[in-house]
């Protein structure tokens, strides 16, 4: 029997990723020491106290369904703490997803048809693409490579790119991949370009609390961006909460009606226990992630210290826990070489829709990390 695949599927092609992944795989299987810089989570434990509210709810016995869009003790809790960024939501204006990549999925499955324009800034991360071509649009995209990955600099190349024809555009501030923070000058730019041609904004959130010096802004805080705006978020990054699968979107009413279906019908709803945990997250867990952003800051600064040892120049990423590393034109060649050469495993740029850089990931320890630098100059990949 011969299956027949829908076009949503085949027009995406496997993440760039694969090949770096089970090569890596494979070599440590083999017994290689593999320093892996490619990992996009924190690699702290979940701090204790949420793990013992996660156990505590389950020995009460929240174990079974909830409402569809969550507990309402947890979308309470983040509307109080999306009114601590400047954001008006209350509970009803919120759906809580395992994790927050379902959030963008049923974000864009409810926003975009057949033919549908959206706008990426590239670097973008990975699962962008694959979701709107899943939805059926069509992608526009900015590259931000020569401005040291900033936006403010590239508002004209985004307003040559948007048109009334752009139903959607992406923004991630902080980025991953390449932990940049937008000015507000840079959001306030998006802002006169999604009125002036009715553009809906995702603004993805979820590394806003991870930042080195500066205060990321809510897109959604804008004058004129409050009814437009769709603010993700979630639990995994700063929480290092990566495997409970915790995430949410918060936007107008309509949206949330609408994107609810999808929800109901696909996930049913956040696990209950997580959702519990969530609100410890949220209430009781503040200097846990002070002292992860601290460490991942002392990460970053050694990482660039030791690049700058070696004479390779980067772009200071002010938020997230990477940066982008320029390397050769053929940059998936250049990632396979430096996972089976110096056994160090990175991300190709071009994953990310942007050629000729490598993703390091920082969310490794500092002996780690100078290992893994260190090989890669001495097989000569810096």
Known sequence: MTMEFTDRLTRVEPSATLAI????????????????????????????NIVDAGQDAMDAGHTGYTTSAGILELREAIADKLAADGLDHGPDEIIVTPGAKQALYEIVQALIQDGDEVALLDPAWVSYEAMVKMAGGDLTRVDLSDSDFQLEPALDDLAAAVSDETELLIVNSPSNPT??????????????????????????EIYKEITYGVEPTSLGTFDGMADRTITVNGFSKAYSMTGWRLGYFAGPEDLIDQAGKLHSH?????????????????????????????????????VIDLLDEHDVDVAVPDGAFYMMLPVADDDQAWCEGALEDAHVATVPGSAFGTPGYA???????????????ERLAEEGYL
């Open 359 to 373: 993703r390091i990931s920082y969310a490794a320890s500092e002996e780690r990390l100078e290992e893994g630098i």
């Open 21 to 48: 992944s089970a090569l890596a795989t494979e070599l440590e299987q083999e017994g290689a020491d593999v320093v892996d810089l490619s990992v996009g989570e924190p690699d702290f434990p979940t701090p204790q």
């Open 266 to 302: 696909s996930v049913s709803s956040a696990v209950n226990f997580v959702q519990h945990a969530g609100v410890e997250a949220l209430e009781h867990t503040d200097d846990a992630v002070t002292q992860m952003v601290d460490a991942f800051g002392q990460r970053r600064e050694l």
């Open 179 to 204: 932990g940049a923070v937008y000015t507000d000058a840079a959001l306030e730019g998006v802002r006169d370009l999604a009125v002036e041609h009715d553009i809906t904004v995702i603004s993805d």
